[in-house]
């Protein structure tokens, strides 16, 4: 552009409303504007817009390491530990991890078994976190004693305690640790068995809200000071491959959990002067400053396609440190076979690598600050979360919410609604609902404790109606792969697999785009699909029907197509014994039983299909 010729006019919402509806008039979409057309909605009501700009701010979200700590509970980014989770006493797994960049352990071991785990592994250096369950005493103690006999004083990491299931094991362990090991906190605030249960991302934090506030209670009732108790408490999430909401819940966790700090006046604007934080480098965070630990959710692990999972606990992680966790733990990409093997812990931990070495994420603080989504977003889920908090609170606690249900009938509540955006396909699963794929050779694991319902087929049971396997809440925990994952294991359970006959009318150019869309509908249950060939003769593709084999077709072809040709070939079809007969897409045709079209209920008619070809459990 030369010196003379004038500026571009300037970009206005309002332009860009104008342009926007005339693309969306001329692809048949009608809307008052494109805000109406294309926004859509969280699992908590949260609108997400297409298009944000600088009046979607809510407000100054402040500075990184200032409260409210929407931007981060550290002045300074140094990175995130990375916690690798150890199922089993295998110390040459734990050093290889700890060789190979992991600088954190969250051992999920019974107290006798934590000796051999930590055989070798030099106590000062590296952060060690327990998860006992109701053996968290002995636990804390076997550590206690370890470090004793090996002559050390400082201590970091969790003991894993729970002041709701043993609140006079915390409230001991959280006394001691206040006095002898300032690094080391003791009470864990798990939030992932919320989101395991189902849960959106607003109650997901409102439980983790309700639950710490419980914890403050019981450890300030214990004898400990307010500012003690905010310093012994640890917060773990769940992060998603939804990056944006990943990031915007581990944002506004830190701001509502400054906001109950400030109501309990141990907010605290300015860090302990001269104190190292156990959570990172860098002063020691004030009271209000949460502490994350933020875990690659288990919900979305798939068992089927497995290597799939790298991609997802890639984007969860990213969204994890890019969130400001203080901690990362990556669920290698086989969790859901079994015990992993080193190849997939070795993935896990260079995913940190990558993203923190390569990608450099943890170079900026925040990165996400000041996106005019991110901001909104952020405020928009703290504002649903805190909704959802006081609803806890006014039930009498997060004990009461429990106890009386309430927290499992909205849970379960949600996790129907998201059930039905699985089953017809709006919330895609890769490699599962989508583009599966029949010809895969599963991994073999061996399975790990109390590893029942993390093997292909193990879930077969949830999707017959059975209960499933309850955490430590009561609550159930589930995955949502779980029910097309067992009509595969169903399929894959015969010994011929079952089919279903495509009819493909007219040339290939005609029927490729619905066929395609049929075959991978049907082998999402693990259905083959037959192709009859590009053919109009309703005799010769009834032939070709007879000689697949299956009482099952589908008509596949363009509207155009239909009209000249669906009813005479359904007809023959009929004839030929077809107990079913589908049409890919849309419209009614004499001797067709139902259609398949994007956002049918594709589990529907996956079991009607079951059903149709004899195949019960």
Known sequence: MSPASPPFPPATRERWRELALGV???????????????????????????????????GDPGLPGLAPYTRGSRPVTGGWEVRQRHETADSEAVLADLENGVTSLWLALAPEDLPRALDRVHLELVSVVLDAGERTREAAETLFALAAERGVRALTGNLGADPLADPSAAAELARRCAADFPGLRAVAVDATPYHDAGGSDAEELGCSIAAGVACLRALTEAGLTAEQAFGQLEFRYAATADQFLTIAKLRAARRLWARVAEVCGAGGGEPAPGR??????????????????????????????????????????FAAGAGGADAVTVQPFDARLGLPDAFARRIARNTHSLLVEEAGVARVTDPAGGSFYVERLTEDLAAAAWEWFRGIERAGGMAAALDSGLVAERLAATRERRSANIA???????????????????????????????????????????????GRTGLPRI???????????????????????????????????????????FQAGGLATVPGGPETDPDRIAAAFAAAGTPVACLCSSDRLYGEHAEAVAAALRKAGARKVWLAGKGSYEGVDGVLFAGCDVLAVLRTTFGDLGVTR
């Not at 809307?31 to 009046?55: H, I, K, R």
Request: hydrophobic letters at 40%; one cysteine or more.
């Open 24 to 58: 969306l008039r001329k692809s048949g979409v009608e809307a008052a504007s494109p805000e109406e057309a294309l926004a859509s909605a969280t699992y908590d009501g949260v609108t997400v817009a297409p298009l944000y700009d600088l009046s979607d701010l809510p």
């Open 276 to 317: 190292a934080d156990p959570a990172g480098p860098g002063p020691r965070r004030a009271a209000g400053g949460q502490v994350q630990h933020a875990v690659t959710g288990s919900a979305m692990m798939t068992a089927r396609d497995p290597w799939v999972n790298m991609l997802r606990t890639t984007l969860a992680c």
């Open 424 to 470: 017809r396909r709006r919330d895609p699963i890769t490699g599962v609902s989508e583009f599966p794929n029949l010809a895969e050779r599963l991994p073999v694991r061996a399975p790990g404790p109390g590893a029942a319902g993390t093997e292909p087929g193990a879930e077969a049971a949830v999707a017959a109606g059975a209960e499933p396997e309850p």
């Open 479 to 521: 995955t949502y792969a779980r029910e097309f994952e067992a009509l595969r294991d169903l399929a894959d359970a015969r010994d011929e697999r079952p089919s279903v006959f495509l009819a493909t009318i007219g040339p290939v150019a005609a029927h490729t785009a619905r066929a395609s869309f049929a075959a991978n509908l």
